[in-house]
C-alpha cells in the first residue's frame, strides 16, 4: 500500500473486496433479487470503502430522471485565464455550492490534499464531487469568477 501511495496512486482497490462483491452481487442476481437493489447494496459497501467512489464520473447515458438528483463526479483542469487560478479553496467556497473537492492533481503529475488554503495553480485539475447543477456553477465560478 505504502509503496503505491509513494508512487502517486490515489486509491488503492484491494482485489479481495473487489472479487468478493462481484461474487456477491451475481449470486444475489441469480436468487432473484432487484439488479437496481443489487447495485444500491455493492455502491453501499463500495461508499464505505472507497473515497473516491462515492459518486461515479458522468456518461453518455446517464441523463435520466434518477440520475440527476444523483452525486457525481467531475474534473476540471484549470487554464491560463481561468479566475480561480491563485485563489484558495476557502476564497472560492465551492462547499457553498453543496460541491466538495475530491482531489487535486498539480501540473506536475503530483496529487495534493486538498485543503482550504490550497491556493489554485494553472495546470491544477480538481476531481470534484457534487450533484450536476452545482457541479456546473462550480466550474463557472473556477472558470469566470
Known amino acids: ?10 486509491e488503492v482497490v484491494p482485489e479481495a ?3 468478493s462483491l ?4 451475481h449470486a444475489l442476481a441469480l436468487v432473484g433479487v432487484p439488479m437496481r437493489r443489487v447495485i444500491r447494496v455493492v455502491q453501499d459497501q463500495r461508499d464505505a470503502r472507497y473515497n473516491l467512489l462515492r459518486g461515479y464520473f458522468h456518461g453518455a447515458d446517464d441523463d435520466n430522471a434518477d440520475e440527476l438528483d444523483h452525486e457525481r463526479l467531475n474534473t476540471f483542469t484549470l487554464t491560463a485565464g481561468a479566475r480561480a487560478i491563485g485563489q484558495t479553496l476557502e476564497r472560492l467556497s465551492l462547499q457553498g455550492l453543496g460541491v466538495r473537492v475530491a482531489s487535486l492533481r498539480r501540473q506536475d503529475g503530483q496529487p495534493r ?3 482550504e488554503d490550497t491556493v489554485l495553480s494553472d495546470g491544477d485539475t480538481l476531481v ?3 450533484k450536476p447543477a452545482a457541479l456546473a456553477m462550480a466550474i463557472e465560478r473556477l ?3
Open 128 to 130: 470534484l464531487s457534487g
Open 143 to 145: 472558470q469566470k469568477g
Open 17 to 19: 473486496i473487489e472479487g
Open 113 to 115: 490534499v486538498p485543503a
Open 22 to 25: 462481484m461474487l456477491a452481487s
Open 1 to 10: 500500500l505504502e509503496k503505491l501511495q509513494a508512487a502517486g496512486a490515489t
